[in-house]
């Protein structure tokens, strides 16, 4: 599965895609840490990705998540960021949580919001879901100046929600809503 927007292509990693992703991770390290759980060393091996890969893709059949890796297309074989819609819920809910980063050397360009676009228009559109919620720590500005771009409301403050690096972090609670309430 692939989108494209205007200066990027946003898919599914593939097999071969493995070391890219690796490289994406390793070399941006230090930018995402104080933003994401601990990480296990495996995490930062081709057989992790490998693996992670295949176990992806199976979520997307099964209809549970989807991991998508955003490439310029002037480079379409280096990943610059991920984005991750989990925790598909379906029945009178149809909402999903959404995770991404961006590689530090892309930051404040532009790229996160466009492919972030391209992929809620194709969640609500294509798969049908009503609601995306997105979450960060409070002192990612970052973060919270996107998801308003984007036009994601906040909708509550959660104590201790996740534990990033090792310690309970509280959160501010967005969803997006589709535009389509059908």
């Given at each position: 599965m692939e989108l494209e927007s205007e200066r990027l292509l946003i898919r599914m990693a593939g097999p071969d895609d493995a070391q890219a992703v690796l490289d994406?991770?390793?070399?941006?390290?230090?930018?995402?840490?104080?933003?994401?759980?601990?990480?296990?060393?495996?995490?930062y091996t081709i057989e992790y990705w490998e693996k992670k890969i295949t176990e992806s893709a199976a979520e997307h059949v099964a209809g549970r998540g989807l991991r998508m890796f955003i490439f310029l297309k002037t480079d379409p074989e280096r990943v610059i960021g991920s984005i991750n819609y989990s925790n598909f819920m379906r029945g009178c809910f149809q909402a999903c949580n959404l995770g991404c980063s961006i590689a530090a050397e892309h930051e404040g360009k532009g790229f996160m919001s466009e492919a972030l676009r391209a992929t809620n228009r194709f969640m609500f559109e294509e798969l049908g879901f009503h609601r995306i919620m997105a979450n960060y720590v409070p002192h990612n500005r970052r973060s919270a100046e996107l998801l308003k771009r984007l036009g994601f409301t906040a909708e509550g403050y959660a104590r201790d929600y996740l534990k990033i690096q090792g310690q309970w972090q509280d959160h501010i609670l967005t969803s997006l809503i589709s535009p389509d309430p059908a």
């Amino acid at each position: 599965m692939e989108l494209e927007s205007e200066r990027l292509l946003i898919r599914m990693a593939g097999p071969d895609d493995a070391q890219a992703v690796l490289d994406y991770y390793s070399d941006n390290r230090k930018h995402l840490h104080d933003f994401e759980p601990l990480r296990a060393d495996e995490f930062y091996t081709i057989e992790y990705w490998e693996k992670k890969i295949t176990e992806s893709a199976a979520e997307h059949v099964a209809g549970r998540g989807l991991r998508m890796f955003i490439f310029l297309k002037t480079d379409p074989e280096r990943v610059i960021g991920s984005i991750n819609y989990s925790n598909f819920m379906r029945g009178c809910f149809q909402a999903c949580n959404l995770g991404c980063s961006i590689a530090a050397e892309h930051e404040g360009k532009g790229f996160m919001s466009e492919a972030l676009r391209a992929t809620n228009r194709f969640m609500f559109e294509e798969l049908g879901f009503h609601r995306i919620m997105a979450n960060y720590v409070p002192h990612n500005r970052r973060s919270a100046e996107l998801l308003k771009r984007l036009g994601f409301t906040a909708e509550g403050y959660a104590r201790d929600y996740l534990k990033i690096q090792g310690q309970w972090q509280d959160h501010i609670l967005t969803s997006l809503i589709s535009p389509d309430p059908a």
